[in-house]
């Protein structure tokens, strides 16, 4: 056995994540390793989880990332705050619902389905009737940002349902951190998770979360213990909020965190809003490109985010081929339909660093000449002509 | 608010972990992202988790990172391997038996301790008792390296012990992987798991693990859902060992990733017994000042670690002064004690990149020179020259 360094291809990243990581933060990365109770790291800490609450707009003390990726954070989520014989609605209209509803149920937990079609928002109407109809129910759970689909719910109008029916919220906000409007003290939600390699253009592997202080009641006066150690969070608060006397949990991913507060500063230096226009103006850009192709979008306009659009894949265009001379020929990664959207969809990433005209030209053009290529009717240069018209 | 980008300062890291990085890993991490389903990225998969096999000395198929700390490493072993109702036999003999023990309870099964003091290593025969009374136990659990206290377990005999009673074996590795000798095949270990900050010298925040065939058909047969979903193997499994064909489950902390790639190239360029004897190589010379200070090691000989030295403060000396001190004059960071052991002893990491020469000679050189300010009737030089000499 000899196996070399590796050294990765310089990649285009405009698929569901990871999306292109701003150079800034990779040298964050590279910077020297220090130690996880050193007071220069401990002030770092403190700094993140101010930055964190910028991001999420909240002014929620329990702030942080968790030392793991964004599926873990949405486990924090609902291992604490649930207990065995807890009932649960879970809004489900992709992917990551599923993924509440398996949670859940590790939980010993029951879960009330809110269905909604791949490709829909989360609909109120049907959330509200279930919370009038399952009146023990602890937790209203749902995506704000379906990755798999493309499509933004209504955070705030859920939100309130949840309250008037004295209901917790758990919401998944992985996607939409640092690209769609985000407001989680103003909108009261209760406890929310992210990742680190969407909007926010960090590497992977961290989870930001952030719990009310109707959340952290619920998870003080728990009857029965968290079934997960690494995930207790009266266990990692007294690491993360341990003030001056800061008790060992695990060991921090110190390069990590980094990466994340570099992140995270950024953000703050663009400003929160201007990020969110950005994403925007991006997309309008991307819009005009597809529609200019004559390819059409999978969510109906006003359910979608900006920073994650999912077309249809023109007829007769193979999609593992496009994808895969995408990758090939241009360094150029998109995403591929999940679930039910699989092989009907493509998935364009715009997020974060990622979010910029650079990527939405090339990507236009780069998807011209490949579906020219393989015979479509196609006239060139009407996609990147349009799209370039948009940030006139 | 306006926080600033984070710059580290230079420390050298000689405490329980996390260890020096070598410039090569914090290199590594800097390199572009891909996306985690990249065929790039899949061929750097294999190549880990062929190395991580070298490092563990193992041919098990389910070899690889878990994309979080050891902690999680630890969970992943006892929630996937555990159901309710199960009996573990579980050895304490500093601050990670303890954590074994909450983790068995939270998986609903009952643990036996079998209890040795801080700072001596499991002792074969009181664990050979335990088994003998607890013949319905379905898993020996023990640390082979006790960061907490500097003691090694004779992990092949425990091992042993196991299999006459037909019991699996749960094996912490956390701070011996890289920097003493491990045979997981060999020996014959069910479920191991370790960190990536400790003698591998990468950052912290990844968990390499290994699991025998026999460990693997007790999880396959599981009655009941693994709790976590998180670090439930066979839905890993399906990203990790999925072949052409690699589900998504979450998406892989890449830069990291890349970071711990590059420790283990490392580690197959010096040879693994080179490792292994240049460990023992610093220990001795650490160990020769040491003696020549007039300070003690808490562990007996034949017990001790070569990566891990916890020796007794010196009476009259300041903890937490000493430390400090060392830490703002001279950024060298050692360990405090934790636990029962927690303002007795200092705890002075040799691991991996930071197990050398230089690292011994600074480090007792320091010590001196601030034991000696602070009035301790010590002989200058004395140590750094009988660990000088060690190396001739």
């Known amino acids: 056995m000899s196996i070399k360094s590796f050294h990765p291809p310089v990649r285009t ?19 020297p390793t220090i130690g996880h109770l050193d007071p220069a790291f401990v002030m770092m800490m403190d700094e993140t989880k101010e930055l964190l609450r910028y991001a999420f707009q909240t002014d929620y003390g329990l702030t942080m990332p968790v030392s793991a990726p964004g599926s873990a954070g949405m486990e924090m989520c609902f291992v604490n705050i649930l207990e065995p014989g807890d009932k649960v609605i879970v809004c489900q209209n992709g992917v990551f619902g ?20 791949w490709g829909a928002a989360v609909d109120p109407n049907k959330v509200e009737a279930a919370l009038k109809s399952n009146p023990d129910a602890k937790v209203l ?12 719910s209504d955070v705030r109008t859920l939100a309130q349902l949840a309250q008037a029916n004295d209901c917790l919220t758990i919401v998944d906000t992985v996607t939409s951190l640092g690209g769609s409007e985000l407001r989680v003290s103003d909108w009261g939600l209760d406890a929310v998770y992210s990742g680190s390699q969407k909007c926010l253009s960090c590497t992977p592997g961290l989870s930001p979360v952030t719990f009310s202080e109707r959340a952290l009641a619920v998870i003080k006066n728990r009857k029965t213990r968290v079934q997960s150690w690494f995930l207790d969070l009266n266990l990692v608060l007294g690491y993360w909020e341990g003030g001056g006397k800061r008790a060992y949990h695990h060991t921090a991913p110190v390069n990590a965190l980094y990466g994340l507060h570099e992140a995270l500063v950024i953000l703050q230096e663009e400003g929160i809003e201007n990020a969110w226009a950005r994403h925007w103006q991006n997309h309008n850009a991307l819009k005009a490109g597809f529609e200019a192709m004559g390819i059409s979008f999978v969510v109906k306009e006003g359910e979608r985010l900006p920073q994650l659009n999912a077309v249809t894949i023109p007829e007769g265009a193979d999609d ?27 998935r364009i990433g715009l997020m974060g660093f990622a979010s910029n005209q650079k990527n939405v030209l090339f990507c236009l053009g780069a998807l011209e000449a490949v579906l020219a290529d393989m015979g479509a009717k196609i006239s060139l240069g009407v996609a990147v002509d349009a799209a370039a018209k948009s940030y006139r």
Chains 1, 2 share one sequence.
């Not at 599923?98 to 079609?117: P, W």
């Not at 704000?144 to 933004?152: I, L, N």
Request: hydrophobic residues 45%; contains cysteine; glycine residues 12%.
């Open 320 to 346: 593992a081929v496009v994808r895969s001379r995408l990758l090939n020929e241009y360094s150029l990664e998109i995403g591929a339909g999940l679930g039910a959207l699989a092989g009907k969809v493509w």
């Open 98 to 117: 599923g993924r509440m509803k398996e949670n859940v149920e590790r939980c010993g937990a029951t879960a009330v389905m809110v269905e909604d079609e």
């Open 13 to 31: 990243l405009m698929g569901p994540g990871p999306s292109d990581v701003n150079p800034r933060i990779l040298g964050a990365m590279a910077r």
């Open 141 to 152: 759970a749902f995506v704000h940002a379906e990755t798999s689909t493309g499509a933004m």
